[in-house]
C-alpha cells in the first residue's frame, strides 16, 4: 500500500526547534521529488520546501529559508525537515507530498501524507 506518514509535530515555544519526518512506503522516495507543504486556519496551503530525485537540489520559501532544513535518508526512505527558530507565524498542519517526476514544482504531486500539527505559542 503506498503511504506517506509525517510525525514529530508538537507544541513549542517560539525560538525552539522541531525535526519533522515524511516516512515512505509503498515506493521509493529516493525515485520521487519530495514537498513539505502547510496549512493555517484561514489561510491557503503554502509550499515550504522541497528536495529534488536526482541532485538533491532543494527549495525554500522565503519564508522559512535559513531556519528550515530539508534531508533524505534514503535507506529509510524517509525525508526530514528541521525546523529552528521557529515563531508563532509557522503553526500551522505540516504535510508531505511525492511527486513521481522526480524534480521541485511539478503540475501535480501523486501522493500526500495526513499531515502532522505544528504549534508555536508562548
Known amino acids: 500500500q503506498v503511504q506517506l506518514v509525517e510525525s514529530g509535530g508538537g507544541l513549542v515555544h517560539p525560538g525552539g526547534s522541531l525535526r519533522l519526518s515524511c516516512a515512505a512506503s509503498g515506493f521509493t522516495l529516493e525515485d520521487n521529488a519530495i514537498g513539505w507543504f502547510r496549512q493555517a486556519p484561514g489561510k491557503e496551503r503554502e509550499g515550504v520546501s522541497c528536495i529534488s530525485r536526482r541532485d538533491g537540489s532543494t527549495f525554500y520559501a522565503d519564508s522559512v529559508k535559513g531556519r528550515f532544513t530539508i534531508s533524505r535518508d534514503n535507506a529509510k526512505n524517509t525525508v526530514y525537515l528541521q525546523m529552528n527558530s521557529l515563531r508563532p507565524e509557522d503553526t500551522a498542519i505540516y504535510y508531505c507530498?511525492?511527486?513521481?517526476?522526480?524534480?521541485?514544482?511539478?503540475?501535480?504531486?501523486?501522493?500526500w501524507g495526513q499531515g502532522t500539527q505544528v504549534t508555536v505559542s508562548s
Open positions: 507530498a511525492a511527486a513521481a517526476v522526480g524534480h521541485c514544482h511539478p503540475d501535480e504531486y501523486n501522493y
